[in-house]
């Protein structure tokens, strides 16, 4: 069966002052159209480098991504992008952020009235209809997240590119966007590929999730499928056994196998769970 | 239950007395603090002048610049009603002419008298403007292409870099001599000296311009690019809707900073090239050297500086009102 999406043998090598270096090694990895995928590694292992060659914003030094048996060459709306600081706009309003992208994309296609329907509409989806023609400084940094969601959701895109999008969220409010999340793709089943460093998170949202070994040169270390019922209810599964063996398969990917180099000295067996979310993060 | 209800008032009491001595702070930090400034200064400046002779008298205190601010204005009521009055009676003079032979054409000769403090402020500040927007047109997009063209930049910089730091004055005499030699026309729509004064005005303000909006570009926030990149905005929509905003707050610091040597410069240019204006009203009185020049040319001083401040406010609320970025302290 063919793959929708296609990371095909990527290399990433960035010029430094100090010679080059060697960010990426031989990443493979095959997406089926609908699915959603949580990228997991340490930071600086390079999630961030393989997110931004699919965008297209970074071209990687060898090999490529292939999207519906188009190869990537430059950004483009369809592979939509929620950047870690939400990124608006500050002197636009939320519906104004969103009606830059509508615009840009439908502009050919849908009347003025259509283009308003489906920037209300796109707010609606992620509950930000009430504060719509607030400016990104009057609304806190979840409604942010949301409208920059709204936004990528609002291009239609054949893939959504998420870079840590609950990174800069305190946890309740961080749950509240994962159940939203989850609701939107219950409805809209798109392509995601989500950069993580929350383990729980990794595994209440998605159908795979691949685990990045550490740089230099780093690639995909495992894959674990996550094979949970939906709609998933993070309450019920906290007691699930399937749930929990997933969870612990990441955790002990990330602490046993690709624990931190620096870490490694002193402190080898008391660390606890929070000491690794410390680490990942 | 009675010492419940006394703790209660007594804390209400206190409570309002708090609003009360906060409002109280609140109006001293504002309204008071700036007026006992301005008291001391006058005082001082009326000691320091009553103890300064020159050889035009007494250095003129606040009293003689009030004096002279009553005088300044009464000479240009004066001025404008003996400008009706020529006016008028040439009227009169070719309504009789033209009642004698019907075909008479009527001149009217323009009034040709000393212009006024007035008129002098006026000039300056029709100077300073146009120069500014002058340089604004030019440096704007300047900065804008200098700012996104990393190679343009690397051009460029040098000549900024050397040319900046030179005062527009040195460029006075250059400018006047290429203008008398190109700008020649019978009827010319400009004084040759408003051109040189505008000129030199715009030479100044050019550099922080072009400095300050290319910097401002140049340092957009990544992100904001890549969301560009990501929507294929074409390069003149993604100039309009994501660098020119994003750099507003740059360009009006490079606007704000220019126009306030523009204005510094320019009286200088025209103490110095005896280009109309409030510079040569200040060297026409020095020259004069009445008993009365000290303290005009002090008033001169004073309106100076009033206008530098206004200047300097009516951009800052042009920027506030244009700038998303309200965050940024505005003084
Ligand atoms: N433009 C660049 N130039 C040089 N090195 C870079 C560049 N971008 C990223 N890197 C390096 O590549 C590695 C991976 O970075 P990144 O993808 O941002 O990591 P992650 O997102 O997993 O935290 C890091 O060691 C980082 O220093
Ligand atoms: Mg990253």
């Not at chain 1, 931190?260 to 993060?281: H, N, R, V």
Request: glycine share 6%; aromatic share 6%.
């Amino acid at each position: 069966m063919k793959s929708f999406l296609e990371i095909s043998h990527i290399d990433m090598v960035f010029e430094t002052p100090k010679g080059p270096f060697t960010a990426l090694k031989s990443v493979d990895l095959k997406i089926n159209k609908g699915e959603f995928i949580s990228l997991i590694g340490h930071s600086g292992c390079g999630k961030s480098t393989v997110l931004n060659i699919v965008a297209g914003l970074l071209k990687a030094t060898m090999g490529g991504v292939i999207i519906n048996d188009k190869e990537v060459t430059t950004p483009g709306p369809e592979r939509a992008v929620v950047f870690q600081n939400h990124s608006l706009l500050p002197w636009l309003t939320a519906y104004q952020n969103v009606e830059l992208a509508v615009k840009q994309v439908f502009h050919k296609t849908k009347s003025k009235a259509e283009i308003r329907d489906w920037i209300e509409h796109n707010l609606k989806l992620v509950h930000m209809d009430h504060a719509m023609h607030k400016r990104p400084d009057e609304i806190s940094g979840g409604m942010k997240q949301r409208v920059g969601i709204a936004r990528a959701l609002s291009m239609q895109p054949e893939v959504l590119l998420m870079d840590e999008p609950f990174g800069a969220l305190d946890a309740l409010t961080r749950a509240h966007m994962q159940d939203s999340l989850m609701e939107i793709q219950d409805e809209l089943k798109n392509t995601v590929i989500m950069i993580t460093h929350d383990v729980d998170e990794a595994v209440l949202l998605s159908d795979r999730i691949v685990m990045m070994t550490n740089g230099p040169a780093a690639t995909i270390g495992e894959i674990q499928e996550v094979n949970l019922a939906r709609p998933r209810n993070r309450v019920a599964l906290s007691n699930d056994p399937e749930y929990n063996e997933i969870r612990s398969n990441v955790l002990t990917f990330l602490y046993e196998k690709q624990r931190k180099i620096e870490t490694i000295t002193g402190k080898q067996s008391t660390l606890d769970e929070t000491e690794i979310k410390e680490q990942i993060a | 239950m009675n010492t419940l209800m006394d703790k209660i008032t007594f804390n209400g009491t206190e409570s309002t007395k708090l609003v009360v001595i906060n409002l109280l702070k609140h109006v001293s930090q504002s309204i008071a603090l700036p007026i006992l400034g301005i008291l001391v200064f006058l005082a001082l400046w009326s000691t320091a002048a009553n103890n300064i002779d020159t050889s035009l008298g007494k250095f003129p205190g606040p009293g003689a610049v009030a004096e002279q601010v009553v005088n300044l204005y009464q000479e240009h009521r004066a001025e404008r009603i003996k400008a009706e009055k020529f006016y008028q009676r040439q009227e009169e003079r070719n309504a009789k002419r033209l009642a004698q032979d019907p075909n008479y054409q009527p001149k009217i000769r323009p009034y040709t008298g000393k212009e006024t403090f007035w008129d002098q402020i006026i000039t300056s500040l029709i100077t300073v403007m146009s120069g500014f927007l002058l340089a604004a047109i030019i440096a704007i997009p300047l900065g804008i292409a200098v700012g996104l063209s990393r190679s343009l930049n690397t051009a460029i910089n040098p000549i900024i870099q050397i040319f900046k730091p030179v005062s527009p004055l040195a460029w006075l005499p250059l400018v006047t001599m290429v203008v008398s030699a190109l700008y020649v026309s019978d009827d010319p729509m400009f004084a040759k000296s408003f051109v040189n004064s505008l000129i030199t005005v715009t030479l100044c303000c050019l550099w922080p311009m072009v400095i300050n909006t290319s910097i401002g570009v140049s340092s957009i926030d990544e992100d904001w690019v890549n969301v560009s990149k990501v929507l294929q905005l074409p390069a003149l929509k993604h100039i309009q809707k994501i660098v020119l905003p994003a750099s507003i707050p740059a360009i009006f610091t490079g606007m704000r900073l220019s126009l306030g040597i523009a204005w510094m410069v320019l009286i200088a240019a025209e103490m110095l090239a005896q280009n109309p204006g409030l510079g040569k009203f200040v060297w026409d009185e020095f020259q004069n050297g009445s008993s009365q020049s000290l303290s005009r040319i002090m008033t001169a001083v004073l309106v100076i500086g009033l206008i530098g401040f206004l200047l300097d406010r009516s951009m800052l609320s042009i920027q506030s009102l244009l700038s998303w970025n309200k965050q940024t302290d505005l003084r």
